[in-house]
Nanobody, 121 residues
Framework: QVQLVESGGDLVQPGGSLRLSCAAS????????MYWYRQAPGKERELVAI???????DYADSVKGRFTISRDNAKNTMYLQMNSLKPEDTAVYYC???????????????WGQGTQVTVSS
């Protein structure tokens, strides 16, 4: 079985910083692309950032220059460093990854349970 677990969400003041983590565990053969999504109350889930296995990245326009996605392939872990946080960044943040488990070696998408980020004074 494969699991993704996010951590690091918290209440932070505008202008503050947070670092989210997403750890993949289980019988993992390989992880290709990893994603951060977020969903604010009453809104659709939106893509925040993407990182491939080689470290290539892309970001939503709303977070460019403020958020940095990274990963540690040896630890099967992805991070999202969030700086200059704004109230509109308030959302549940989810990680998703394309993972090939050992039992079938084909990629499937796996989601974490989400971690709450609240930006408020």
């Amino acid at each position: 079985q494969v699991q993704l677990v996010e951590s690091g969400g918290d209440l932070v003041q505008p202008g503050g910083s947070l670092r989210l983590s997403c750890a993949a565990s289980g019988t993992i053969f390989s992880i290709s692309v990893m994603y951060w999504y977020r969903q604010a109350p009453g809104k659709e889930r939106e893509l925040v950032a993407i990182i491939d296995r080689a470290g290539g990245t892309d970001y939503a326009d709303s977070v460019k220059g403020r958020f940095t996605i990274s990963r540690d392939n040896a630890k099967n872990t992805m991070y999202l460093q969030m700086n200059s946080l704004k109230p509109e960044d308030t959302a549940v943040y989810y990680c998703m990854a394309l993972i090939a488990p050992y039992h079938d070696l084909r990629e499937h998408d796996y989601w974490g349970q989400g971690t709450q980020v609240t930006v408020s004074s």
